[in-house]
T-cell receptor, first 112, second 112 residues
């Protein structure tokens, strides 16, 4: 049972445009959400996070939106750059537990 | 450089062989994790250790054992490798969920 889902395996966006990556979850106990970025042959790196008490968190070009009623979060990258080309994973945790449940990932390709 | 170090980076095993994947972190984090990444499956938790002296099963623990040797080190052992354990294995550590995980660069394991 996949509790965190990323239904788009891949996404292609032109440089300078907005990239929107989506993530849905089924467990209503999740209350903290994170996005990770992964380049080939490297481990994932933390990008941005959001608590369930917020609906938006922004860090430079990256913004995460959380819609609790829809159990949906999204990552916006504006403007997209070629160096953003990577696999993006969303992840979620419950309560005080620090272990994360990850989605299946979305491969973003930013083209020139 | 501070971070999570995994050894080896690559390994080929024959079915039935055993091996131990090593992981060490120098950030004084309490919690450590082992994940595997498979195509289309995202990152799945094998085992984790919330603090020194404790270990717990994750989503896919069958066929694996772990040892939290001390606060720095968390090893993953395959007692009798099977082709289904062909995967990329990531170790991670965290202080708490707010700051997310720091991942190692991964071990690519092939079981033939």
């Amino acid at each position: 049972d996949q509790q965190v889902k990323q239904n788009s395996p891949s996404l292609s966006v032109q440089e300078g445009r907005i990239s929107i990556l989506n993530c849905d979850y089924t467990n209503s106990m999740f209350d903290y959400f994170l996005w990770y970025k992964k380049y080939p042959a490297e481990g994932p790196t933390f990008l941005i996070s959001i608590s369930s008490i917020k609906d938006k968190n922004e860090d430079g070009r990256f913004t995460v939106f959380l819609n609790k009623s829809a159990k949906h979060l999204s990552l916006h990258i504006v403007p997209s750059q070629p160096g953003d080309s990577a696999v993006y994973f969303c992840a979620a945790s419950t309560g005080t537990a620090s272990k994360l449940t990850f989605g299946t990932g979305t491969r973003l390709q930013v083209t020139l | 450089n501070a971070g999570v170090t995994q050894t080896p980076k690559f390994q080929v095993l024959k079915t039935g062989q055993s091996m131990t994947l090593q992981c060490a972190q120098d950030m004084n984090h309490n919690s450590m994790y082992w994940y595997r990444q498979d195509p289309g499956m995202g990152l799945r938790l094998i085992y984790y250790s919330a603090s020194e002296g404790t270990t717990d099963k994750g989503e896919v623990p069958n066929g694996y054992n772990v040892s939290r040797l001390n606060k720095r080190e968390f090893s993953l052992r395959l007692e009798s490798a099977a082709p289904s354990q062909t995967s990329v294995y990531f170790c991670a550590s965290s202080e708490d969920r707010v700051y997310g995980y720091t991942f190692g660069s991964g071990t690519r394991l092939t079981v033939v």
